[in-house]
């Protein structure tokens, strides 16, 4: 209830600060008889770790997970899976600065207001390191999916600032340190991000992630609509202030004639809906996109107060990402992998396995 | 757990089909003592109503909302607050062809798939008219929030289909059937619905909410964020694609420098973070925007398919919104106000009331 | 969150006064496809409704149910079920003196201090009436339960005061005004209950309920065991003061060789654990017992005191029942057919439907 | 939702098995600013440790706990408190038979049947080492009981099979190995654990909590109400069969003028009602009374059957303990501390603070 729990049946509720003794994580209701590993969680958590290349944070985290529950034989059990993650690179260094001031665009002031003290090393539990243990969890989503109900879900970064991707080349994404699917644009991107390094600033992105494969059916009216818990899922991940389905806000401008997927017999004619109508999965693609905001903790001073409310000039020294949403393609991917989950779980729980009570259409 | 429940502490479950005897909710968790009626909902519930210009549809329904429980010599008691609105336009139709096809857009695929049946009358709980009771919950919500802690909570119709309202005059809002707050915009946005109508289409919208006056602290880290939770809420709405915090998408291509929200002692220099820093509100007005899809009950013909998997060729007759976007004002408010309320219970059970433990800082 | 719901999956929430305007209910959850309509809840209804004996409180009531929405054709439709029961016998009274006295071991005081308010016209929400709406909701569970998995949920009344029941003929339990199901005890019980009546006082009672057909493997590990829901479930009736499941408080003298149930393949040959074994159902019979105390509300004066904290001497007059006991068994099987009922499709949602991994051995 | 979390607004979600790698917990919802450190935690679970005397299983287990999130500069920040508890005396041993066969009265079966595998080590989740975790959390809501709102804790044995405490002396309780708060009873206790423990058998035991200075106000009506989840909670603890509150079972033969606690500006004149009226604390002290059964786990043999289904004569060798109601005593206390915690932060959310609208009456 107080908000690190997410998902109903399939449940991941995380601890852990930025600079404390080690994150953790307890998956609740994961279906019994998965076959299950470290290392099928090691391979999305090595996608997401700091310092793989020169445009992420050089804080070097191992990031290595450990299953200390719910696990037996190989296999889950059923029961609850606890997963940790050591901090191993918790670099000494003097904190009476930033235990004193606000850092601007930062959660040190809301923090604080909420609870009157913050672990103030590294952002505390506001770091989105957080999210390495969503990526752990999204994993074993993942992998139940996959080999369930056939899902697959993948993500790629389609706008890194001004730039651009154009094509859509599932091949590449994994080719590039950006998660780019567009080759042609990758020594671009690396060219804006050696300057903006230079230059101390940072910049925005946008995530787009597909889950493929998803039966109709999943999704549940009014509030838990499959969309909305999505939403609610995607916009939780540190720095995104935006969240589409589908055409998303594009679908201001159309009209009615355009936005609607027409039907026939071998499928959708389109995929405006982004897959989900009235809440629920189509059997269409799962269509989502995010905005992720510039981070904030630049060399370049800022103004800002202190805890007395005086005047102060903020820089942020350390190791940061200036672009936050390059590494946050598996983060969202894992989130979308939660999410789908539940559903599924959920749906199961009132319905009973999805069936084809009616034709499922073919896909577009 | 089946979806029709929303918030944690101020809990709104609603029930009810379009066409069915009536619509229904339960608010559990309204503190007790706040002076309470039938009017107080009934003025929210008036905005929304349908019928009330002749750019919305003109099915008639009254919309009297009755409480049966929960209020007491004209006060809340703290026990549940039963509320209802009996349907009264019903008009009996021949529903043998809605029954047998699927309406491109529409809910009534996903349903039928989700559940093997489907009450196929008006669209039967997947319409927007169960949004009604919405409004009524989201009534109470806003009138403890500005009794008890000054908040106001407006919103209005930013953009409609190509046309874009260009100044922000919350005298305007009400003074035009659109919730257009740039009177200059206003002809032309009727002439454009007039031509829409007679086409047979219907067009998108964006709606924008703006909350004042809301306390630093409220959110939960990390999964159920200020602005997670109101994403949610906001993309449970029917027809709503896109939400965004903020500077939202126009993120993507700022600099850290330029979206940093710089403080000062008199206030934040800039709002782009839209009042929510780490999840958890700053003081600043909180600022959503959602992407609102045209309908899809057309009279111009659709591809679709019958529930035995035929192709068909779907007219939609009745009496729609030709843009459904024009009626969502007040209940994205009414959503903005049940989750505001639900967190400012949530930070007083876990921190007791909110207090201002560090200086709050002016607002821009 | 405030307590007015109850189930995960099968989520049973009520509102309602005993004199406000109506009770009501929304059941969330219900699988689509179920046979329903009022009928159906009515029996139910009738058994536990006031007025059928002389021994009973002479408050007549017809508590007749409605289905507002979810039902379609006669059949569920997997959307939130809205039930209303009008209160048809609210008696215009005089209430100044009781809005001004605390009723000694009622819920007045408690009311009181917790909300500062409290609707005194019968209890207001305290009221045994409430438990109206859960007979209600129990019956579609109890109906599901039978039609899909052969589950019969029965109860009846085992003690009232010092009389004990000595013959379980379940045929014998709806022949007598007690649900008693040992007919050589009624004449006895008869006689109590009128000298009960003629004195003033009031009495308590034992009720015990059974589940047949319940499968293996229902119940969550390790605080939603199905024991600790039903313990749950059941306390929350009111006027209930102690709950045990199987052998209960008998087993804090019984040896564990004793105790255990021997298994056989054909069978336990014993049921102590009274059908549940580390919190998940065995296969046999659910038997749990409850003990529900003596109403308060008595003619004879009791000492209490008034809102200004004066002593006074307080005399219920008005229809009450003598022994509250005697209308609970209808409640108790409610409330084990929603516990079951919820419980099952929480073992469907994770696990799949119930199946047999290994041989399920006979019953006793 | 899969059952491993208990409590609303302060939350614990436990994991680990008996054989596994470690035990964990994870509270959210702590209130910011109390101070907090594991020696907090250790006294408690040193008393529930096993192997303090003969008379427990001679398992060694040093329980040592260690805190990894949500506690900064020794004080609790408001975000998720992490717990672990390595297990260290894993024995190894032959595990081939109990992997074959079901242990009567045991949750092998009826794991086996929920999830189709099982970690038959000790156990797995089963276990009642799993308690240990909730003697911890029950800790961190004890200490803020206790500084916020003076609320005092204490429970004691009152029945050893048989021999019954006769006497209530708070100062004996933690004299002897039992818990027990008769002096004169224990050599008694001593020399019938120690034939027992010669006989190869094992007996039950009665659990009495008290909760002292709990303030009126606590509890959420209806099905919420504070014995309910005080049963709920204590009926989740390994064994339990029964649970009581004030007068329990006792009332099915009181009368009406006897079990009501009359009230005068003194206070209530008896305490049959356990401290809660309409499922709402009073102000009397809180009485719970839990009866634990034998455990299962004898040298004697039992019949059982095989997975395949096949007869088999099941002894179980190993360190168990005769009475496993010894340990009971610092769990059920545990609970009962959760409980009140979580019921006092829910009433804040809603209600604000507790407060005093009406005189709170003297306690007898």
């Excluded at 998902?7 to 995380?14: E, R, S, Y």
């Excluded at 080999?147 to 790629?156: E, K, M, V």
């Excluded at 999943?218 to 202030?241: C, Q, T, W, Y």
Aim: proline fraction near 5%; charge should be neutral.
């Amino acid at each position: 209830m107080s908000g690190n729990s997410f998902g109903k049946l399939f449940t991941v509720t995380t601890f852990g600060e930025s600079h404390g003794a080690a994150l953790g994580c307890i998956i609740d209701g994961c279906p019994p008889g998965l076959e299950l590993s470290e290392a099928d969680m090691q391979a999305d958590l090595d996608r997401r770790k700091p310092g793989t290349s020169r445009h992420t944070t050089q804080r070097r985290e191992a990031d290595e997970v450990r299953i200390l529950s719910g696990v037996f034989e190989g296999k889950t059990t059923g029961t609850p899976i606890g997963l940790i993650i050591e901090n191993t690179d918790q670099r000494s260094k003097d904190y009476s600065k930033i235990s004193e001031q606000f850092r601007p665009a930062h959660a040190d002031y809301t923090y604080m207001h909420k609870y009157g003290v913050r672990d103030y090393r590294g952002g505390g539990r506001s770091s989105a390191r957080e999210t390495a243990m969503r990526v752990a969890a999204g994993a074993v989503a993942r992998k139940f999916l996959e080999q369930r109900l056939g899902i697959r879900i993948r993500g790629y970064l389609s706008e890194l600032g001004p730039i651009r991707a154009e094509k859509l080349d599932w091949e590449q994404v994994h080719q590039n340190p950006f998660f780019c699917p567009d080759a042609d644009k990758v020594p671009e991107m690396e060219a804006y991000m050696d300057a903006l390094r230079k230059e101390g600033d940072s910049i925005g992105a946008r995530i787009n992630v597909v889950a493929e494969g998803v039966p109709p059916g999943l999704g549940e009216p009014v509030f838990d609509r499959l969309d909305a818990d999505l939403a609610h899922a995607l916009m939780s991940i540190n720095a995104v202030k935006g969240v589409e389905i589908g055409a998303g806000f594009g679908c201001v401008a159309q009209k009615g004639t355009k936005h609607r997927d027409e039907m026939t017999p071998e499928g959708f004619l389109s995929n405006h809906a982004g897959g989900v109508l009235g809440g629920i999965s189509s059997g269409q693609p799962i269509l989502a996109s995010i905005a992720l905001k510039p981070t904030s903790s630049l060399r370049l001073p800022g103004r800002s107060i202190d805890v007395n409310g005086n005047p102060v000039e903020v820089i942020t020294t350390g190791r940061h990402d200036p672009c936050v949403g390059i590494r946050a393609t598996p983060i969202a991917e894992a989130m979308m992998a939660i999410v789908l989950m539940d559903h599924y779980l959920r749906h199961r729980g009132q319905n009973g396995d999805v069936t084809v009570s009616t034709p499922v259409i073919g896909q577009l």
